[in-house]
């Protein structure tokens, strides 16, 4: 119900999915009056698709701690629970962004371990499956060495999984790659992400800048949510920047015309691997259950994206393996942590 294009997108998109994946079933969310008969168009879906009714819905306006007080009773909160109740292995919602991280946080809250939990998104990249994951985007604007070492760690089995890299390359963003550049925590990250690197699954490369983003050299980019979503937010203005430009290139006369007539094919290839809609569906990780975030905007070919996504991590078992890898990186991390909090107590008492 939180979908800026509506109930009939998100149905749109199942219908879609359905078709994909024929053994999934679905529970769908919301008002009943309205989702009946968007549902009653597609009779086949009858036995695969259960209908929760609920008289209320998370609106793009609402805060999180407005939803967090009085958000039960709406088609979100009734979406997460069912998660948290093990009606269903994933939860995929189009709504709030911020309101379903605070439902997300309430209902099923983090696993063991997890300090702060975290948003990842797929970047387009030269990589040979054409992206690189990111995290942190945006659940929390702060992140401590400790936080990075499990961003690392859950990104790593997000890319195992979703991206099928059986030893994803890990790193760290920074303004430079030189050892001695970057904040304190980025420093000390840098020790613990490469200690734990074998605990983790994962190889590690060291920092990166932002320049690497959409490289080859990296899989798996580690960052704090307040830099990873203004890196975000920056590439998807300027994705947009350069479609318009070209857009106003093409047309601007007969000539321009006539060549993008003949670029069309060459164009068409373009877009559909720079498609952001075939990659829809960003993930919460370290929660005790999967949510996918897919965009407000998305359209069915993007809800059904979320969707596939979401079956294929279910099937993966992705929950469970990324519990104990965070278990395994996060003692390794704690075990190289002691040992630099060892070495400068002895330094202080023989200075």
Aim: glycine letters at 12%; one cysteine or more; a neutral charge.
């Amino acid at each position: 119900m939180g979908s800026d294009r509506g109930p009939g997108a998100v149905v749109a998109g199942l219908v879609l999915s359905a078709a994909q994946l024929p053994d999934a079933s679905f529970l769908l969310h919301g008002d009943s009056a309205i989702l009946s008969p968007l549902l009653a168009r597609h009779p086949d879906l009858s036995s695969r698709v259960t209908l929760r009714h609920t008289d209320r819905v998370v609106t793009m306006s609402d805060k999180p701690s407005q939803v967090m007080r009085s958000g039960q009773g709406t088609s979100m909160w009734s979406c997460i629970d069912a998660v948290k109740n093990g009606e269903a292995t994933v939860a995929v919602s189009c709504g709030n962004t911020g309101a379903l991280m605070a439902v997300s946080m309430i209902r099923l809250r983090k696993l063991p371990g997890v300090n702060r939990p975290a948003i990842a998104c797929m970047w387009p990249s030269r990589n040979p499956g054409g992206f690189n994951v990111m995290l942190d985007v945006g659940a929390d604007i702060k992140a401590e060495a400790a936080d990075l070492l499990q961003y690392a760690a859950m990104g790593a089995s997000y890319a195992r999984n979703g991206l099928k890299l059986a030893r994803p390359r890990v790193g760290l963003l920074n303004v430079g790659t030189e050892e001695h550049k970057g904040r304190a925590e980025l420093k000390e990250a840098n020790d613990q992400l490469a200690a734990a690197a074998e605990a983790g699954g994962y190889e590690y490369i060291g920092f990166v800048e932002g320049g690497d983003l959409p490289s080859d050299r990296v899989d798996v980019i580690v960052t704090d949510g307040f830099t990873g979503n203004i890196a975000l937010k920056t590439a998807e203005g300027t994705a947009k920047l350069i479609s318009d430009f070209m857009r106003e290139a093409f047309n601007a006369g007969i000539l321009s015309k006539f060549a993008a007539l003949l670029a069309l094919n060459s164009l068409k290839r373009l877009q559909r691997r720079m498609d952001p809609r075939r990659v829809n569906g960003g993930i919460f990780l370290g929660l005790n259950g999967t949510v996918i975030k897919s965009h407000g905007s998305a359209d069915e070919t993007g809800v059904a994206a979320a969707i596939t996504l979401a079956y294929q991590l279910s099937s993966a078992g992705f929950l469970e393996r990324l519990a104990a890898r965070v278990a395994s990186t996060g003692r390794a991390g704690q075990d190289v942590a002691a040992e630099v909090g060892a070495d400068g107590a002895e330094a202080k008492s023989t200075e």
